[in-house]
C-alpha cells in the first residue's frame, strides 16, 4: 500500500514538473514575438542576441523531449534507402552514394558519363510535397503561415511524417542530414565573426529583398513560436501527432532540411510549380556548371543528366543556379570558392550629417535612385555603371554640381553616362569607392592568416563562418583590382 502511494506521489510530482516546464516554455516562446520587426543595424543584432538566449533556454528545457538515441548514421542507412528507390522503380545503375572528404555523402559515377548522358529519373510519387506527403497537413490548409510560406509547409509536412507510427518515406528520411550547418545552428561567437559582413544582415534596409543571416534567425524563431502555440491550443490531427514532439531543435531541422535540398516541380494539372525534396538526386552537391534538370511531363519524372563528362568513381556534382556565396551560406550551409555569379554587397546611403543632404536626396528622387541601398558590387571591366555609378556621381557633387544637375533636362545622363577617367567629378567617385573598399579590407585579417583557420577550425560551423569571410575578401581584393584599371581609362 505504503509502494503504491509512493508511485502516485511521485508521477504526481513529474506531472507537475512537466507543466511547470511548459509553462516556462511558453513564456519563453512569448518573448520571441516581443519587439518590432523594422530593426536598425545595432538593434538587429541586440535582438539576435536576445533570441539565441531565449532559444538556449527553450533548447534546454526541451531537451527531454529530443531522443535521439535511436538515430541511425547516414552511412548506416544507405542500403536501406537505395532498396526504397528500387522497391519504387527508380534505377541507380549508372550512380551509387559515397561519402567524399569535405562533402560529406554525395553521388559517384559507377562508369564513365558522357555530358548530356540521363544519371537519374525521379518519378512524382517519390518527390516528398505537400500533394504526395502528410495528408493531415489538409487541417491546416487555412493557416496563414501554411498557405503563404511553401517551405514552412514542407517543414510541418516532414516533421508530420518523422513522427507517424508508419511512413512511406521513413527511409529516405533517415538517410537525411541529423544537423546542419546552416546560421540557425550557429552560435553567438560564431556569428561574432560575420559581424562587418553583408551576410551577416546587420543592415536595415527596406530596398534588399535578401534575407541573411540574422533575419533568418529571428524568423524562424518566431515560426517556431508560432507552431508551439498554435499545436499546444488546436485539436486538429497534426496538433495531436506534433504537439508533444515539437521542439525548436526540431524545427530548425525540418526548415535546415527544407532550405539546402528544396527545389519545385510542376503541379499535376500544370498550373503552380510545388516546392519539393527529391530523394537521391538531393545527394549531388553543386560545382559550376549548367542546370541540366528538369521535370518531364510525359514520363512524370525528375530528370537529371550530366552537365559535363564524368569518369567512373568521379563525384558527380550538379549546378544548383546562379547564387552568390551569402544566399549558399545562409539557405544551403556551404561557401562555394571562386563563385563566378558571388557579389559583394555594398551599403551605401546619404548621411542624415551630410550638409547638402537635401539636394542629393531631391536629385537622388530625380533619377529614380533611393537615398539609401545594397549594390552588388562584382570584379568585372564595367563594375562602375548604372545605379552604382549614379549614386556615387550624387554622393560626390558638390554644390555647384547639384544645383547645375537639379535644373538640367538629361538628368539621366549622371546614370547613362559612361565614367571617364578626365572627368573631375568621376575621379572623386573612383576615389572614394576605392578608398571605402580599402576601408573595408582593414576589418579582415590577412587571407592568408584565414585561409589557415579556415582550414584548421575544429567546428563545422566556425569553419564556414571562416570560410565565408575569406570568400568575402578575395572577392573584395578582385574588386579593388578592378577599379584600379578604371584610372587607366
Known amino acids: 500500500?505504503?509502494?503504491?502511494?509512493?508511485?502516485?506521489?511521485?508521477?504526481?510530482?513529474?506531472?507537475?514538473?512537466?507543466?511547470?516546464?511548459?509553462?516556462?516554455?511558453?513564456?519563453?516562446?512569448?518573448?520571441?514575438?516581443?519587439?518590432?520587426?523594422?530593426?536598425?543595424?545595432?538593434?538587429?543584432?541586440?535582438?539576435?542576441?536576445?533570441?539565441?538566449?531565449?532559444?538556449?533556454?527553450?533548447?534546454?528545457?526541451?531537451?527531454?523531449?529530443?531522443?535521439?538515441?535511436?538515430?541511425?548514421?547516414?552511412?548506416?542507412?544507405i542500403e536501406e534507402f537505395v532498396d526504397w528507390l528500387h522497391k519504387n522503380e527508380v534505377n541507380t545503375d549508372g550512380v551509387s552514394i559515397h561519402k567524399f572528404p569535405d562533402y560529406g555523402l554525395g553521388l559517384k559515377a559507377n562508369s564513365d558519363l558522357n555530358e548530356n548522358d540521363l544519371i537519374l529519373k525521379i518519378p512524382r510519387k517519390l518527390i516528398f510535397n505537400v500533394s504526395t506527403a502528410a495528408a493531415e497537413l489538409k487541417d491546416l490548409e487555412d493557416d496563414i503561415l501554411i498557405k503563404h510560406m511553401p517551405y514552412v509547409a514542407l517543414a510541418i509536412a516532414l516533421l508530420i511524417e518523422k513522427y507517424k507510427s508508419t511512413?512511406?518515406?521513413?527511409?529516405?528520411?533517415?538517410?537525411?542530414?541529423?544537423?546542419?550547418?546552416?546560421?540557425?545552428?550557429?552560435?553567438?561567437?560564431?556569428?561574432?565573426?560575420?559581424?562587418?559582413?553583408?551576410?551577416?544582415?546587420?543592415?536595415?534596409?527596406?530596398?534588399?529583398?535578401?534575407?541573411?543571416?540574422?533575419?533568418?534567425?529571428?524568423?524562424?524563431?518566431?515560426?517556431?513560436?508560432?507552431?508551439k502555440k498554435l499545436?499546444?491550443?488546436?485539436?486538429?490531427?497534426?496538433?495531436?501527432?506534433?504537439?508533444?514532439?515539437?521542439?525548436?531543435?526540431?524545427?530548425?531541422?525540418?526548415?535546415?532540411?527544407?532550405?539546402?535540398?528544396?527545389?519545385?516541380?510542376?503541379?499535376?494539372?500544370?498550373?503552380?510549380?510545388?516546392?519539393?525534396?527529391?530523394?537521391?538526386?538531393?545527394?549531388?552537391?553543386?560545382?559550376?556548371?549548367?542546370?541540366?534538370?528538369?521535370?518531364?511531363?510525359?514520363?512524370?519524372?525528375?530528370?537529371?543528366?550530366?552537365?559535363?563528362?564524368?569518369?567512373?568513381?568521379?563525384?558527380?556534382?550538379?549546378?544548383?543556379?546562379?547564387?552568390?556565396?551569402?544566399?549558399?551560406?545562409?539557405h544551403s550551409g556551404f561557401v562555394y570558392p571562386d563563385n563566378a555569379n558571388d557579389s559583394y554587397e555594398l551599403h551605401l546611403g546619404i548621411g542624415s550629417s551630410d550638409k547638402l543632404r537635401?539636394?542629393?536626396?531631391?536629385?537622388?528622387?530625380?533619377?529614380?535612385?533611393?537615398?539609401?541601398?545594397?549594390?552588388?558590387?562584382?570584379?568585372?571591366?564595367?563594375?562602375?555603371t548604372g545605379a552604382l555609378l549614379g549614386f556615387l556621381r550624387v554622393f560626390n557633387m558638390t554644390k555647384d554640381n547639384l544645383d547645375f544637375w537639379l535644373k538640367s533636362d538629361t538628368k539621366l545622363d549622371i546614370v547613362k553616362k559612361d565614367f571617364s577617367s578626365d572627368d573631375v567629378l568621376d575621379k572623386s567617385v573612383l576615389n572614394f569607392i576605392m578608398t571605402r573598399i580599402k576601408l573595408l579590407l582593414t576589418k579582415y585579417r590577412t587571407l592568408e592568416e584565414d585561409k589557415i583557420q579556415a582550414l584548421t577550425a575544429s567546428e563545422d560551423c566556425r569553419k564556414l563562418v571562416l570560410q565565408m569571410k575569406f570568400s568575402e575578401k578575395k572577392l573584395l581584393n578582385r574588386v579593388l583590382s578592378s577599379l584600379e584599371s578604371y584610372s587607366k581609362v
Open 231 to 330: 499545436f499546444h491550443n488546436s485539436k486538429n490531427s497534426v496538433s495531436k501527432l506534433l504537439a508533444d514532439v515539437f521542439t525548436y531543435e526540431e524545427y530548425r531541422w525540418a526548415v535546415s532540411s527544407i532550405m539546402t535540398r528544396q527545389n519545385v516541380i510542376p503541379s499535376e494539372n500544370q498550373s503552380t510549380m510545388v516546392h519539393s525534396l527529391i530523394p537521391m538526386w538531393d545527394m549531388c552537391n553543386h560545382s559550376e556548371g549548367k542546370i541540366t534538370t528538369n521535370f518531364n511531363e510525359i514520363s512524370n519524372c525528375c530528370e537529371c543528366y550530366a552537365m559535363k563528362s564524368f569518369k567512373k568513381d568521379d563525384q558527380i556534382f550538379i549546378y544548383y543556379g546562379s547564387r552568390t556565396n551569402t544566399e549558399f551560406f545562409v
Open 167 to 227: 511512413s512511406l518515406w521513413k527511409p529516405y528520411l533517415n538517410i537525411l542530414p541529423k544537423k546542419y550547418c546552416t546560421v540557425l545552428y550557429m552560435s553567438i561567437d560564431d556569428m561574432m565573426e560575420l559581424k562587418e559582413s553583408p551576410a551577416l544582415g546587420n543592415i536595415s534596409n527596406r530596398h534588399t529583398t535578401r534575407e541573411p543571416a540574422l533575419k533568418q534567425c529571428r524568423n524562424i524563431a518566431r515560426q517556431y513560436s508560432y507552431f
Open 358 to 384: 537635401s539636394e542629393k536626396v531631391e536629385l537622388l528622387s530625380k533619377i529614380g535612385l533611393p537615398v539609401s541601398n545594397q549594390f552588388p558590387l562584382k570584379p568585372e571591366p564595367n563594375l562602375l
Open 1 to 77: 500500500m505504503g509502494r503504491k502511494s509512493s508511485e502516485k506521489s511521485n508521477k504526481k510530482r513529474q506531472n507537475g514538473a512537466l507543466k511547470q516546464q511548459e509553462k516556462e516554455i511558453f513564456a519563453e516562446c512569448e518573448k520571441l514575438f516581443q519587439g518590432n520587426i523594422s530593426l536598425n543595424k545595432n538593434q538587429l543584432w541586440s535582438n539576435y542576441q536576445e533570441i539565441s538566449t531565449i532559444l538556449e533556454k527553450i533548447k534546454k528545457l526541451e531537451v527531454c523531449k529530443s531522443d535521439s538515441s535511436d538515430v541511425p548514421e547516414r552511412e548506416d542507412v
